[in-house]
């Protein structure tokens, strides 16, 4: 009880688990007895905060775990925002309690938080439309499971497992119970290019565990991930995987090692009968060459409005979320569409000042060299930080969640990095001697 009293922290997390206890059951059972996936979502939330207090870690792990399942209980509902929001509020409570340190990248990510939330309350721009504030509210809460992951780094070889295990299971739920569009596999709420960008780090996440854990068995769950990638048909999945897979493999190996691999791939491309017609029909199904030149001219007038639009309001952009109304109302663009590419969004909705923001966090968290299991964290991230040249992912908790966590994991690792070895001072070489 005297430790309990001179440590006002410890005191307050026990008598929170002690209310906590008896009014969730109560709480749980009325949920899910009458609201349905919401109630899961909700149960889950309950169970998430008993366990955050004494490991704030392995609540990430299961939150990792939890959102494919809540992506799939509550496809583009609001439970898995909800859950994601509340974990992440009872990480930085309990951060603030212990005292939270101001770091070069915890800077940054306030930055980001200033500068998002600035240009999302006071846009630039206005238009007769709603307010899109779910998008701001999802990538306020990815930077702050960011932040948590920075403060408490769960460890890198569960983080590879649980990603790979909840990744196989939405991949056996999508060629289950998923639709085809025009050919492609989508489900979850989401588009193809979406769904396939999630299962691009899965399969990335399956084959670095097959090479650093050097179990075979990790190839069954990479595998039906990456045959539900290839349904998708999603050209930008498949350079999201190709740039993942690329870097888990080839990463800490010789030089020789890199060079063989490479032509090994090369080769297998270049003189299998057929190979480069099926990889044709693999990244396009049943789409004809017209609608793929149509939509990349579409996509490449979009990014070259959203360069003009960065270039005229490099400080605080139009607002966040505000790009589809403005192309809609541009004359040369004349529809509603979105960027297709994250970096030009935060330039031209949030400020260039968001966007180099966003760059030096990656620069910090990838710019290293890693060993064993960070560098399948490291790889992921360069997998989704590629994908974000295709596709707005960053407000997508499905896919984001796990980018987030690896990022903050590798971003805690570079700072417990220790210095390197100053040259010792004349005095101390003569009195060596």
């Known amino acids: 009880m005297a430790t309990a009293r001179s440590n006002p922290s410890a005191h307050l997390t026990a008598v929170i688990s002690q209310v906590a206890l008896p009014a969730a059951a109560p709480a ?49 509902g609001t439970a898995l925002p909800a859950m994601v929001f509340g974990a992440v509020v009872l990480f930085l409570f309990r951060a603030a309690l212990n005292g939270i340190r101001l770091r070069v990248d915890v800077f940054l990510i306030l930055l ?8 999302c309350l006071l846009p ?45 299971g939405v991949a056996v739920y999508l060629l289950a119970r998923g639709a085809y569009t025009s050919g492609r596999l989508t489900g979850l709420g989401l588009n193809p290019n979406y769904v396939g960008a999630g ?35 999603s050209r930008g999945a498949f350079v999201m995987a190709a740039a993942g897979l690329a870097c888990v493999l080839l990463v800490g190996r010789p030089l020789r090692h890199k060079v063989l691999i490479a032509c090994a791939l090369l080769a297998s491309v270049a003189l299998l009968p057929g190979s480069l017609d099926s990889l044709e029909g693999s990244l396009t199904g049943s789409r004809t060459a017209t609608e793929l030149t149509a939509n990349t001219e579409v996509r490449k007038q979009a990014a070259l409005l959203a360069v003009r639009v960065a270039l005229d309001h490099p400080l605080r952009g139009i607002g966040y979320a505000m790009f589809p109304d403005y192309a809609r109302a541009s004359a040369s663009l004349g529809i509603y569409i979105n960027t297709h590419n994250d970096y030009l969004r935060l330039a031209a909705e949030a400020g260039l000042v968001t966007l180099a923001a966003l760059v030096v966090l990656l620069w910090l968290g990838l710019a290293r060299r890693y060993t064993g299991y960070h560098i399948i964290l490291q790889s992921l991230c360069v997998a989704y930080a590629v994908g974000l040249l295709f596709a707005n992912a960053l407000a997508d908790l499905f896919i984001s969640t796990p980018f987030w966590v690896s990022l903050g994991c590798l971003l805690a690792r570079s700072a417990y990095r220790k210095p390197a070895a100053s040259l010792p001072s004349p005095r101390e070489r003569r009195n060596a001697e």
């Open 124 to 168: 630039q721009e206005t238009f007769p439309t709603e307010r899109p504030w779910k998008a701001c509210a999802l990538l306020l809460t990815g930077l702050g499971l960011l932040t948590c992951a920075i403060l408490v780094p769960p460890d890198p070889r569960r983080i590879a497992q649980v990603v790979t295990a909840s990744g196989a």
């Open 112 to 119: 980001l938080v200033s500068t998002v939330t600035v240009s």
């Open 199 to 233: 299962l691009a780090l899965f399969v990335v996440a399956g084959v670095g565990l097959v090479r650093f854990s050097r179990s075979w068995w990790w190839l069954v769950p990479a595998a039906v991930c990456a045959y539900a990638l290839v349904e998708t048909r």
């Open 28 to 76: 749980a059972v009325f949920l899910v007895l009458f609201h349905g996936a919401v109630a899961a979502a909700a149960a889950a939330a309950l169970c998430l905060a008993l366990v955050v207090w004494p490991r704030p870690d392995v609540a990430q792990l299961i939150l990792l775990g939890l959102v494919p399942a809540m992506a799939a209980a509550g496809a583009g």
